[in-house]
């Protein structure tokens, strides 16, 4: 049984970090891409958004007894499978969580404009998660 307080505090701080993304978002790309302080602040809150929802697909994954995913990215297939996310956002999904693996371990070759794609993009997926996450959960 997925432990609520925990889930509540997780999609807590989720919005927290959507909140800042939602600010980065309507800067203009050229703007953006000239501000080092806005390229670290979105990189940085997208690391930390997209490992907040692996955290709660595993918390969820763990707690229903789902079958173990085989990566990170795989953590949301798992929730598509079982019903609880829809299917639409299996790829979205599945995408950060690379995004997020290149932010971390490949972050030299990390291109701003494509973060600055992401702030465009991708916001909207990570409250379709949260969305979805607190509907099933909060029966």
Known sequence: ??????????????????AVLERLAPTPEQEFLRNSDRIGNAKYHFVIAIECCIDVANHIIASEDLR????????????????????DLREPLRSMAKFRNRLVHLYWEVDDRKVHEYLRTSIADLNRFVRAIADRFHE
């Open 68 to 87: 173990f995913p085989r990566d990170n990215a795989d953590s949301f297939a798992v929730l598509v499978d079982a019903g609880i996310l829809a299917e």
């Open 1 to 18: 049984m997925v432990d609520k307080a925990r889930l509540d505090q997780m999609l807590s701080n989720l919005l927290d970090y959507v």
